[in-house]
């Protein structure tokens, strides 16, 4: 069972919130990237998901929409810091566009360990990052993302992709339990 209840929740940004800023975020990439040119769009499983399917709908250049597993958590709330590639197939990238779209970004482990391996097994024209949360507080290696939603304070977050335990996923809002 569950040690947690969504009831408990405290609500750190609403569904609303949410859906704005997805869209100024497509806007500030439309503009980077230009419309003219193909971007492949790489989800990271599987916190990204429904970020990743909102931000795609807002973007106006042609996209290809990929997906991609890392994990580095487990069910434990601390990060381990040990990356774990589980299912890295994509398209080739060489002198292509590419974006990866992330959930959170926390201690940066998983973001430095993505950029490293795709900018040297790929060599795409320009890859950028875009996660929706910031934890820059919570940096144990120094990357910071290309867009991001909100700067979050160090604490543990679910919904909108993010998840406890593997449920919550499912929240149209973002909470964090006190
Ligand atoms: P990092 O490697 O420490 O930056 O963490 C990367 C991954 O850990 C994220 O993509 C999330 O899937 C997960 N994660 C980090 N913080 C949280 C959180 O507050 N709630 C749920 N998942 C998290
Ligand atoms: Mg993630």
Do not use: W
């Amino acid at each position: 069972m569950l040690d947690k209840k969504t009831e408990d929740l405290k609500v750190l940004f609403t569904q609303e919130q949410i859906e704005q800023r997805t869209k100024e975020l497509a806007q500030e990439i439309n503009k980077d990237f230009g419309t003219e040119e193909p971007l492949t769009l790489i989800c990271v499983l599987k916190g990204s998901s429904i970020f990743f399917c909102d931000l795609s709908k807002h973007l106006k250049m042609p996209v290809q929409m990929e997906f991609i597993r890392v994990s580095s958590y487990g069910n434990q709330k601390t990060s381990s810091g040990h990356v774990q590639a589980m299912d890295l197939t994509l398209p080739n990238l060489e002198n292509k566009n590419a974006l990866i779209v992330e959930d959170i970004i926390d201690t940066g482990c998983t973001m430095k360990f993505l950029t490293e391996l795709l900018c040297r097994t790929h060599k795409p024209k320009k890859l950028k990052v875009v996660t929706l949360l910031n934890k820059k507080m919570a940096r144990k290696t120094p990357i910071e993302p290309d867009f991001y939603g909100f700067e979050i304070d160090d604490k543990f977050v679910v919904g909108y992709g993010l998840d406890y335990e593997g449920y919550m996923r499912n929240l149209p809002y973002i909470g964090y339990f006190e």
